[in-house]
């Protein structure tokens, strides 16, 4: 299930302080978590109802999902160093070639 907080960034396009700007609130009843918006600060926009956020849930899915992809990316990528050492040492068209399989082994999802 996709986390409220997520939600929230992807219905304002950024990461609110979500000590100030926005208070989240989780009651659990009987082990099932109820979270909730308890205090909306952004005079920008106006607080989301649930619907509006509940049909952002595939925009964050895809959002999380490149996220991951990208985060997979940077770990075969190696450290810029390494890569400079890579392109010494095997020459610019290996290093692309190997930038397009790692591109193509973790694929994000087009917006």
Request: no cysteine; hydrophobic share 30%.
């Given at each position: 299930?996709?986390?409220?907080?997520k939600?929230i960034?992807?219905?304002?396009?950024r990461?609110?302080d979500?000590?100030?700007?926005?208070?989240?609130?989780?009651?659990?009843?009987?082990?099932?978590?109820?979270?909730?918006?308890?205090?909306?600060?952004?005079?920008?926009?106006?607080?989301?109802?649930?619907d509006?956020?509940?049909?952002?849930?595939?925009?964050v899915?895809?959002?999380?999902?490149?996220?991951?992809?990208?985060a997979?990316?940077?770990?075969?990528?190696?450290s810029?160093?390494?890569?400079?050492?890579y392109?010494?040492e095997?020459?610019?068209?290996?290093?692309?070639?190997?930038?397009?399989?790692?591109?193509?082994?973790?694929p994000?999802?087009n917006?």
């Amino acid at each position: 299930m996709i986390k409220l907080d997520k939600k929230i960034i992807a219905y304002l396009g950024r990461e609110p302080d979500f000590n100030t700007e926005v208070k989240l609130q989780d009651d659990t009843v009987d082990g099932i978590s109820n979270p909730y918006i308890s205090e909306w600060n952004i005079k920008d926009k106006v607080k989301p109802t649930n619907d509006q956020l509940n049909a952002l849930t595939n925009e964050v899915t895809k959002l999380e999902n490149n996220s991951n992809a990208i985060a997979n990316r940077q770990k075969e990528y190696g450290s810029v160093s390494s890569q400079i050492e890579y392109i010494t040492e095997q020459g610019l068209e290996a290093w692309k070639t190997k930038v397009q399989s790692i591109k193509l082994k973790h694929p994000k999802e087009n917006s």
